[in-house]
C-alpha cells in the first residue's frame, strides 16, 4: 500500500531518477535531485524549506541530493542543502537539518537529529536518537550509538560554536557527551555515559565523567574474548571488506 | 474530529473486531489483526511491512495483533510480526520494530523506540523515550523511566548480540544504561543515570558509573518516609491490585 | 508548497487570526484559538482532545491559545489548553501536553516532550529533546540543552508528584537530570550529565552524579576567556536586550 500515488506530491522543479518509489503523503520540494533507485517511504518531506522561506518573497531553495539507491524511511524530514551519497539509509523520524554532507553507505537510525552543516563520512553507524549539534565532523566507518551527542558550544549560550571531530572507525557507546571542539582521534573506543572534554588520541579507550584514558584500546583484552580492538578484522556486515576481508582491502585502498 | 474517516486505509486482508475506532490518515496493513474495543488514533501505521518488502515481490506480510481494549495514540509505527496483549496503550510517535511480544496492560511512552524481538511482561510502565535494544527481556510490572536505554552488544560493533534481562517490578530510574546480557533481578531499583554492566540480584538499589550495589532495597529508607521497597504495597494505580491491595492479590495467585 | 490548504482541517469552533498561514495535513480542533500573524507547518495537530475525549460522549475540549507571531514547525502535537504566549516558536515533532503556560518568545526544540500542567517563563530555550515532567517550573531566560531531564516522582512509581524548579537565567547542559521538587536559584550552571539531587542555590557551577557545588559560578575563568558567567553581558542573541545590552535593559526593567 506505501507506493500507490495516493497523496504525492512533487514539485515541477525536483527531478526524479529511474525506478524511483515515493511513499504516500511524501512532499518532494523545489530544486531536490533524487537519483536512481531511491526509495522514500511514506509521509517523508524532501527539501524542506529553509526559516527565511516563511518571510522571503523571493525565497529560493537551496538544491538537495539523495544519492542512488539510497532508503530513506518514513516520517523523514530532510531539509533542504543536504548532499547524501549513494546508498545511504534512514531509520524513521529522521531530521536532518540543512547543509549536511554524508557519505555512502551511511545509516543514520531512527529519531536522529543532525543539526546542520555537518560532515559525515562514509559508512558510519548513526543509531537511534543520536543529536550532532551543527558543525561537527564524522570520518568514515564511525558508529554512535543511541543517544550520543556531539555538542558545539563551550560556554552556553555563546555564538563561539566549534563543532567536534571524531577520525574513522571510532566507536562512541550509548548516552555519551562529546564537548565542543574536541576532537577523538581514529580507532577509539568511548565507553557508555561518558563526557569528552578533552582531546583523545588515536586508539584510545576512554570513559567517565569526565572521561578519562584507560589504556590503549589494543592492550584491551575481554576475558574469554581476547583483543577485540580495532574491530574491523571481526567484523564485516555492511563493510566494503566484507568479502575479502580487512586486511586485503585495506591493502587494496593503499 | 480525529474519527470521521479521513484518509483512512485498510488492507482487505486485515481484520477489524467490533467498535473499533481508526483515526484520520491511519494505514492498516496486511494480515493485521485488530480486536474488539481498540482505538487506533490519527496518523499510525500499524503492520508496516519488513525490510524485505522493498525488495522481494513475492512478499507476505507477517500478522500482527493489537489485543482488545488497546489504545493506540498518533503517529505509531508498528511493525508486522508485533503481537499487543490486551489493554495496552501507547503515547505519541511510539516506534515497534517487528516480532515484539508485549504483555496485556502494558504502556508505552511517547517516543519509544523497540528495536524488535523484545518479550515484554503484562503492566509494565515503560516512559517517555526509553529505547530498547533487540532481544531484551522483561518480566512484569517493570518500570522504565524516561531516556533508559537496554543495549545488546558487548562489543559494538558485533554480531553476538546478547539481550539484557530485567525482573519482575523492578524499577530503573531516568538515563540508565543496562549494557548486553546483564541479568537484573526481581524487585530492584536502579538509579538515575547508572550505567548496569554486572548482573544484579533480586532486592537490589543500585546506582553510579559504572553502578554499584548500595544495599538491599529493603533496608533502604527515605528520610520521612520509612522504607518504600518493595513498593507494590504503597502503589497500584492502574495495577491488578487496586482494590484488594497487593498482599491479598498476590495470595489470591499463588 | 506548505500552504496550500491541501488536507487542512480546521473546527467550526476555532479562531483564526489575520495573516494566519496553516499547512498541508494540520488539524485544528475545537476552542483553539490562533492569533494573528501565526505560522503552523504541515502535519500539526494543535488542540488535541484530553484522554477522556476516547470515553466520554460529552467531551468539551478546554481552550488552546497560540499566541500572535508564533512559529510552529511540522508534526507539532499540541493538547488542548496549552497557553502560548507571543512569538513563541516550536522544532518539529514536539508534543505539549495539556495544560501548560508557556510564556513569550520561548523556544521549543525538535522531539522535546512537555508533560502538561508546566509553567515556563519568558525567553527560555528548550533545545532538542527535552523531557519536563508535569508540574516543573522554569523561570525566565532558562536554557535546557538536549535530553536534558526534569523528573517530578522522589519514589517512582508514587503518586506524591513534585515538581522541580528553576530559576531565572539558569542553564543545564546536556543530558543532566533534575530530580523531583529540587530547587535549582538563578543564574546558575549545571554540567553535562549532571544528577541534581539537592536544592542550587543562587550562582552555582555545580556537576556530576551526584552533583556537587563546585564554585560559585562568578569565580569561574575559562581558560583565555575569563570570567563567562552570569552569560547576559556577553550573549544577546534573541534577548530583549539585544540592542541596549543587559545592563541598561535590566536597569530600565527595574
Redesign the interface.
Known amino acids: ?2 507506493f500507490n500515488d ?2 504525492v ?1 512533487i ?1 515541477p522543479k525536483a527531478s526524479i531518477g529511474k525506478n524511483v518509489r515515493i511513499g ?2 511524501t ?1 518532494i ?1 523545489d530544486n531536490v535531485v533524487i537519483e536512481d533507485d531511491v ?1 522514500i517511504a ?2 517523508c ?1 524532501i527539501g ?2 529553509l526559516n527565511s522561506y ?1 518571510s522571503d518573497p523571493e525565497y529560493n531553495n537551496p538544491s538537495t541530493t539523495i544519492g542512488k539507491g539510497s ?1 530513506i524511511r ?2 523523514a ?1 530532510i531539509y533542504a542543502g543536504n548532499r547524501l551519497g549513494e546508498y545511504v539509509s534512514t ?3 529522521v ?1 536532518l537539518r540543512e547543509n549536511n554532507t554524508i557519505g555512502h553507505h551511511t545509516v543514520i537510525g ?2 536522529s ?1 543532525l ?1 546542520g552543516n555537518l560532515t559525515i563520512g562514509h559508512y558510519c ?1 548513526l543509531y ?2 543520536v ?1 550532532i549539534s551543527a558543525l561537527s565532523v564524522l570520518g568514515n566507518f564511525v ?1 554512535l ?3 550520543v ?1 556531539m ?1 558545539n558550544d ?6 563561539d560554536l566549534k563543532g567536534a571531530v571524531i577520525g574513522d572507525y571510532t ?1 562512541v ?3 555519551s ?1 562529546i ?1 565542543a571542539g574536541v576532537k577523538i582521534g581514529q580507532n577509539c573506543l568511548i ?3 561518558s ?1 569528552v572534554s578533552k582531546n583523545v588520541p588515536d586508539y584510545s579507550l576512554v570513559m ?2 569526565p572521561a578519562e584514558l584507560k589504556m590503549d584500546v589494543r592492550k584491551y583484552v ?1 576475558l574469554g ?1 581476547g583483543h ?2 580495532p ?1 574491523m578484522n ?2 564485516s ?1 555492511g563493510m566494503p571488506w566484507e568479502k575479502t576481508g580487512f586486511e586485503q582491502w585495506i591493502a587494496g585502498n593503499k
Open positions: 500500500m506505501i495516493f497523496n506530491r514539485s504516500d503523503n512532499v520540494y526509495t511514506n509521509n518531506i524542506e524549506p516563511y532508503l518514513s516520517h524530514i531509520g524513521h523520524r531530521t531512527t529519531l537529529d543539526q553507524r537511534s536518537n543529536h558508529a550509538y543511541p543517544y551527542m555538542t563551550p560556554y552556553p549560550p555563546s555564538d566507536q557507546a550509548a548516552h557527551t564537548l565507553g557508555a555515559l563526557v567517565g565523567e575481554v574474548k577485540l580492538y574491530w571481526r567484523f556486515r
